[in-house]
């Protein structure tokens, strides 16, 4: 059987052989010729440093956005500033808390905003980035959000103060707080002081009951305890 032998080519001084007693094969040469002429290979991962946060993430996710900040960070755009840390990631100043919404978003093009965060944060970041679809979504968010909250109707809550007509003027004047004054209605007189007869009135006053988060109340002010005060003569 034939036996294939390398012809060795004499090391070239301080090249790759030298001070190992031979060169390299001929056939090997030429091998590791073509490999070191292929291109670089560029990883497809991506490490990103969002104010402190890490995020691993692919390029081909970053790049969903040819118009975007991300894309252009992955084409190494001279004209951006980027910027990297000793691991090699990516440094960008924003909030990591509301960069999640923008990434997840460009892994599967759903917009998914935790409870605890603000559709105006995202949206904040959104055109940091630059991502003009994302952008549209937050906005629309927004607007559907406002809408509901308007279409709320106003509650309003009422009270009837009952009082003599010299405190008539004294309770009028301590109605603040978003009270108001709605009726006025004369009862008569129930007492009298000498020749002089005391009326008495029943007073109807409203407020707006503002929304407020379950299992919260807000404290009365001074002046709505007096309301509150007068209103239990009832």
Not at 8 to 13: D, E, N, V
Not at 22 to 27: I, K, S
Not at 57 to 67: A, F, I, V, W
Not at 172 to 181: I, N
Request: glycine share 8%.
């Amino acid at each position: 059987m034939a036996e294939n032998h390398c012809e060795l080519l004499p090391p070239a001084p301080g090249g790759l052989g030298a001070g190992l007693g031979g060169g390299l094969c001929r056939r090997c040469s030429s091998g590791l010729g073509a490999l070191a002429q292929r291109p670089g290979s560029v990883s497809k991962w991506v490490r990103l440093n969002v104010g402190g946060t890490y995020f691993l993430t692919t390029r081909q996710t970053l790049c969903r956005d040819p118009k975007s900040f991300l894309y252009r960070l992955c084409q190494a755009d001279p004209d951006l500033d980027s910027d990297k840390d000793e691991t090699g990631a990516y440094l960008i100043d924003r909030d990591p808390t509301y960069f999640g919404p923008v990434l997840n978003y460009l892994r599967h093009g759903k917009l998914v905003i935790n409870k605890d965060l603000a559709e105006e944060g995202v949206l904040e970041e959104a055109e940091f980035y630059n991502i003009t679809s994302l952008i549209k979504l937050v906005k629309d968010k927004i607007r559907e959000r406002d809408s509901k909250t308007s279409q709320v109707p106003v509650k309003h809550v009422y009270r009837v103060l009952q009082c003599q007509e010299e405190e008539l003027t004294q309770m009028v004047s301590t109605m603040s707080d978003g009270w108001k004054f709605e009726q006025l209605v004369s009862i008569g007189s129930s007492y009298n002081y000498g020749n002089e007869d005391q009326a008495e009135f029943l007073c109807v006053v409203s407020k707006e009951l503002h929304n407020t988060p379950y299992g919260t109340a807000s404290e009365p002010s001074e002046k709505a305890k007096i309301l509150q005060e007068r209103g239990s003569r009832m």
